[in-house]
């Protein structure tokens, strides 16, 4: 069982940055891949970014070059950095871990990008 908090959420106006955490609980944290995911209001839940143990990472093409994400296995501990923030980045955004078949999600941090 994997327990994920997520936290660094805020209002932020356009083209300031932001760094989520997401911290999760249990053992062998290095072999999940974790995620970054976003849900805008009215709007489907997409992947942002996802982090595999050893560090190669992918985003969805409207982040690239401005979102980073991060892990440090000996914090169990993933990051997303996010900068160059436009309002459509406006989301809840939430962290997954995926092992084999099993997947855990945390609670979700509001993110708000608006003057």
């Known amino acids: 069982q994997v327990q994920l908090v997520e936290s660094g959420g805020a209002l932020v106006q356009p083209g300031g940055s932001l760094r989520l955490s997401c911290a999760a609980s249990?053992?062998?944290?290095?072999?999940?891949?974790m995620a970054w995911y976003r849900q805008a209001p009215g709007k489907q839940r997409e992947l942002v970014a996802a982090?595999?143990?050893?560090?190669?990472?992918n985003y969805v093409d409207s982040v690239k070059g401005r979102f980073t994400i991060s892990r440090d296995n000996a914090k169990n501990t993933v990051y997303l950095q996010m900068n160059s923030l436009k309002p459509e980045d406006t989301a809840v955004y939430s962290c997954?871990?995926?092992?084999?078949?099993?997947?855990?999600w945390g609670q979700g941090t509001q993110v708000t990008v608006s003057s």
């Open positions: 249990g053992s062998s944290f290095s072999l999940y891949v």
């Open positions: 982090i595999t143990g050893n560090g190669i990472a």
């Open positions: 997954k871990a995926r092992r084999v078949s099993a997947e855990y």
